[in-house]
T-cell receptor, first 112, second 112 residues
Framework: DAGVIQSPRHEVTEMGQEVTLRCKPISGHNSLFWYRQTMMRGLELLIY????????DSGMPEDRFSAKMPNASFSTLKIQPSEPRDSAVYFC??????????FGPGTRLTVL | SQQGEEDPQALSIQEGENATMNCSYKTSINNLQWYRQNSGRGLVHLIL?????REKHSGRLRVTLDTSKKSSSLLITASRAADTASYFC????????????FGQGTRLTINP
């Protein structure tokens, strides 16, 4: 298996632009997680899905952030409009059971 | 707020020595997990210890859990240069079965 796939790996955009991050979980996994990692705040859970349904989005910073999982093999995290403080590494992870999560390589987002 | 707090924040030792990292948490947990993150990469699951376990081994890794003190330790024996990475503890609260709450991590450097 290729593991969790994220795209793009790097994104540089200007403030106010829309940003869409993409994730393909490991085939067969039924849970998907979006995290954000910064030096100041560490690794934060933004939202997670179980069987394509959002279960907990309490970590989503504000209405500018939205996430979707239209099917078991694809999820997006959208930021609109983006702001410089959104600059971070965004990780997607998937799991089959509530034990081990498998992380993707991350998307490094820079908002100028 | 972060559930897990790692100690120390940074650790530098010589190759061959043992490395010990500690983690404290605040609320009751279902299990505690340790992850490793190499620079610029996603996190990789190392080991899980359940709340009713006190010690667990996996290769050169030894994890202990003291639920009365709400603390855990990760010991890496006979360290190697390839062990250089950041190590995170993550707790799974009793409520919120799939939700991992990460600490800030310990940056471990193994000097050859």
């Amino acid at each position: 298996d290729a593991g969790v796939i994220q795209s793009p790996r790097h994104e540089v955009t200007e403030m106010g632009q829309e940003v869409t991050l993409r994730c393909k979980p490991i085939s067969g996994h039924n849970s998907l997680f979006w995290y954000r990692q910064t030096m100041m705040r560490g690794l934060e859970l933004l939202i997670y899905f179980n069987n394509n349904v959002p279960i907990d989005d309490s970590g989503m910073p504000e209405d500018r952030f939205s996430a979707k999982m239209p099917n078991a093999s694809f999820s997006t995290l959208k930021i609109q409009p983006s702001e410089p403080r959104d600059s971070a590494v965004y990780f997607c992870a998937s799991s089959l059971n509530p034990v081990e999560q498998f992380f993707g390589p991350g998307t490094r987002l820079t908002v100028l | 707020s972060q559930q897990g707090e790692e100690d120390p924040q940074a650790l530098s030792i010589q190759e061959g020595e043992n490395a010990t990292m500690n983690c404290s948490y605040k609320t009751s947990i279902n299990n505690l997990q340790w992850y490793r993150q190499n620079s610029g990469r996603g996190l990789v699951h190392l080991i899980l210890i359940r709340s009713n376990e006190r010690e667990k081994h996996s290769g050169r890794l030894r994890v202990t859990l003291d639920t009365s003190k709400k603390s855990s330790s990760l010991l890496i024996t006979a360290s190697r240069a390839a062990d250089t990475a950041s190590y995170f503890c993550a707790t799974v609260p009793i409520q919120g079965a799939q939700k991992l709450v990460f600490g800030q991590g310990t940056r471990l450097t193994i000097n050859p």
